[in-house]
């Protein structure tokens, strides 16, 4: 009779792990769903130079707050350019003066269109385009800048330390 006790433990455990599992995918499924996830709502256009690490599906934050997503993409063949659709929530009130940037997560995070609100009194509305856009930094690009930057500064202190006779080629290194 105990072995039939500890087995019945058991499986009632067991029954009790599965259906936390169950309400746990349910709970996350809808979450996610309340996030905006699909977002139906209005439509705004953004054209960018650049949109590395942007995909469709990628986040529309306000203030830090999801309110949509890049719901296409595409490429401007006569200005050479990226324009991007954004889907987001139609209960909002965005300044027609506000600009689109695409901003990184950190160093090494996923990219994201950051809505920088305006001052304008006039709202955008479907179908508006954002005048003011800040393309992706691509990173790779400024840390080169910042090695070139650095080997001309290490240059022009090596060739005034030279001019000044400061010692010979051995102690300039």
């Avoid at 455990?13 to 499924?29: K, N, Q, T």
């Avoid at 139906?40 to 203030?63: C, H, N, Q, Y």
């Avoid at 995070?109 to 508006?128: M, Q, T």
Wanted: no cysteine; aromatic share 8%; hydrophobic share 40%.
């Amino acid at each position: 009779m105990m072995k039939t006790s500890k087995e019945t433990m058991q499986t009632w455990v067991g029954a009790l792990v599965f259906v936390l599992g169950v309400v746990f995918l349910v709970w996350s499924y809808v979450s996610d769903s309340q996030k905006g996830g699909d977002t139906k709502g209005m439509e705004l256009t953004a054209r960018f130079r650049s949109v590395d690490g942007i995909t469709v599906g990628s986040p529309v934050l306000l203030a830090g707050i999801k309110i949509g997503d890049v719901s296409a993409m595409r490429f401007d063949e006569k200005n050479y350019s990226a324009i991007l659709t954004l889907s987001v929530r139609d209960d909002l009130e965005i300044p027609y003066d506000s600009a689109a940037n695409i901003a990184s997560d950190g160093v090494f995070g996923a990219k994201y269109v950051s809505i920088e609100p305006g001052a304008e009194f006039e709202s955008l509305r479907n179908g508006d385009v954002f005048e003011y856009t800040q393309d992706s930094i691509i990173i790779e690009e400024l840390l080169e800048k910042i090695v070139v930057l650095g080997e001309e500064r290490r240059a022009e202190r090596l060739k005034n330390k030279a001019e000044e006779g400061a010692g010979s080629e051995g102690e300039l290194q």
